[in-house]
Structure formats: structure tokens, C-alpha cells
């Protein structure tokens, strides 16, 4: 068989009820797009018998695959190891439970043809989800797009086509707590978004608890940003600023009506004087071990989408293959 031009990535747990419509569905669409495909499965260990499911549609669907994890390892690994398996010029990531229409992927592969090596499916509203969620949604794209180190599109989730330079770049980047969303955005090249809705899951719940999401943005922000370390250095000096006008305050006051309280003025600033500096040598720990963090993802300094002329020869054995990109 032909090595495929497109490979679709469907992370799955415990979706045995929604393999069977979701191949019904897709595997038409994949062929009218007229490319060889593949769809990689990877089984994020399912306690039901969706492996056997997929099995058994393998048998007559050469063009399946899958790779079963021992345990559930969660989303964000098993679209990794979707990465590592998946053999296409284009990778397609989609969820199992039908929310992400297959009939988009004609319009992905559309715009990568057109030259885009990133093209994400933009959900247009989220009125399937409840005000709340939207609410911390809403939330946590404001708070990243203020403090992370690079912008996310709003409404771009993991549904999207990647074109096998951004998918060798995204297997470079050994990162254990990995938010893709992130990683999409951090590696950067040509992106296009293409409006969708999202439908209702077709069996089963999602697979996300509130404590779940709460964690993932969280890891998102900590993996994109430094800020909450570094928050308590200016906190501190805030702090210890504030406990200076507070000492002026008290004294004027003693001035011209006396004392009180003996010694309440003098405890209260040095308290608020010393905590501030307690906080400012925290927030100045963090500088460091901000560093030392964003040291140790060792992410590549860059990455490099082409080479044109005489340059394209000379880097190739001066620049670490890690940041080398195959040629177009
Ligand atoms: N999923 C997974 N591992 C997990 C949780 C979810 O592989 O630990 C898969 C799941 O089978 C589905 C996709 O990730 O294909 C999206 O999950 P879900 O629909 O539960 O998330 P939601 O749509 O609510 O964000
Ligand atoms: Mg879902």
C-alpha cells in the first residue's frame, strides 16, 4: 500500500458506542477527498471494548490503526502518541464522539492545499456548553492571552489538520505536561482557522470533570507562563511600600493626638514590612526558577519553516537536527 497522504488521529476512551457511526461517517468523506489516508486510533486506555471494536472494523478496513495505551495517560498524550504514529503529509486530530463534524476535513484539506501548514476548526458558538464553563472559557483565554507568552485563537481546539513540518516540530517538544493548544500556537507557520459548530456528543459523557478542567488550564498557563512565580515580587514591594506610608501615618497621628495604643503602630509596620519582604524574596526565587523552567522544557530556540538559496545548503549539518525542518 502506498504510504498515506492524510492520517486522522482519533484519541479514544471509552467510546465503543461512537467508533462504529464516527467510521460510518468518516471514511466517505475520506474518500471523496481522493488522497491515500490512514486513521490512527490511539486507545487512551478504554476499560470497555472499544479496542475490540476498532479490531474488528480493522479487519476490513486495511487502512485502520491503533495503538492502545496500558492505562489512561489522558488527551493530550494520546494525541502525542497520535503524532508519533501517524505516517501522513497531513495529520488530521479529531475526538471520537462525533462533535467534531468529518465533513470539515474537506475544507481542512482544501486550505492546506492552498498553503497552509495549520488549519484549525473554529467553533463559532458554545452554546452547547453550560454558562458557567463558557464563563471560565471566556476567563481563561483573557487571562492567557494577558499573561502567556503567546496568543491562542479563541474557540481553535484540537481539531485541526497539521502539515507534517509543524508534526515533526510538535514531536520535538518533550514536554510531560503538555497543552497542545499551546504547542499548536508556540510553533508558529501559515495558519487559517474554518468556522464549525460543534454538535452533541453522540454516546456517552464527556470525558472532563470540572476538577479536570480546572487543572488543564492551569497546566496551560504554568507551561505558557512564568507570571505566577514572579507575581509575588511586586506584591511584596506593594506591600512593604504600603507599610512605610503606614508607618508616615502613624507617626503624623502621634504627633498631634498621641498615643492610643503603645507599640501597635510599630508591630503593625514591621509586620507589613517584613512580610513584604518575605514575599519580594519569594517572587525573586521565582525569577529563577522561572527560568530554570523554562530551561529544563528545552524547547527549540526557533523553528524554521524554509530556506532559500545558498543558506539552505550551508545549515544543514551546523544546525542540530531538532531544529531542522525537512526540506519542502
Ligand atoms: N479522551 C481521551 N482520554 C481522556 C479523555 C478523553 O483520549 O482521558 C478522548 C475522548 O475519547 C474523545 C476526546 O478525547 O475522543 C474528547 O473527549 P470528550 O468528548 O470527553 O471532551 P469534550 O468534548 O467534553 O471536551
Ligand atoms: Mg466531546
Known sequence: MASPKLSVIIPVHNESANVRPLCERLFPVLN???????????????????????????????????????????????????????????????????????????????????????????????????????????????????????????????????????????????????????????????????????????????KWSFRKLFRFAFDGIAAFSTVPLRIWTYLGFLISFLSIAAALFFFVRTLLFGTDLPGFPSLIVSIMFFSGIQLMSLGIIGEYVGRIFAEVKRRPLYVVAERIGATAEVSNSLVPDNYLLRQA
Not at 43 to 62: A, F, Q, Y
Not at 71 to 82: D, H, L, M, S, V
Not at 122 to 138: I, L, M, N, Y
Request: charged share 30%.
Open 32 to 206: 471523496r477527498i481522493g488522497l491515500a489516508w490512514e486513521v490512527v486510533f490511539v486507545d487512551d486506555g478504554s476499560r470497555d471494548d472499544t479496542l475490540d471494536v476498532i479490531r474488528s472494523i480493522s479487519t476490513t478496513e486495511p487502512q485502520i490503526g491503533a495503538v492502545s495505551f496500558s492505562r489512561n495517560f489522558g488527551k493530550e498524550i494520546a494525541i502525542a502518541a497520535g503524532l508519533d504514529h501517524a505516517r501522513g503529509d497531513a495529520v488530521v486530530i479529531m475526538d471520537a464522539d462525533l462533535q467534531h463534524p468529518p465533513e470539515m476535513i474537506e475544507a481542512f484539506v482544501e486550505r492546506w492545499q492552498q498553503g497552509y501548514d495549520m488549519v484549525y476548526g473554529q467553533r463559532t458558538d458554545r452554546s452547547d456548553e453550560t454558562r458557567v464553563k463558557r464563563g471560565f472559557a471566556h476567563l481563561f483565554y483573557r487571562l492567557f492571552s494577558r499573561f502567556g507568552e503567546i496568543s491562542l485563537p479563541e474557540g481553535a481546539g484540537d481539531f485541526r489538520l497539521i502539515d507534517r513540518k509543524g508534526v515533526d516540530v510538535l514531536r520535538t517538544l518533550g514536554e510531560k505536561a503538555r497543552f497542545s493548544k499551546g504547542l499548536y500556537a508556540w510553533i508558529g507557520f501559515k495558519d487559517a482557522g474554518v468556522p464549525f459548530v460543534v454538535e452533541e456528543r453522540r454516546f456517552g459523557t464527556s
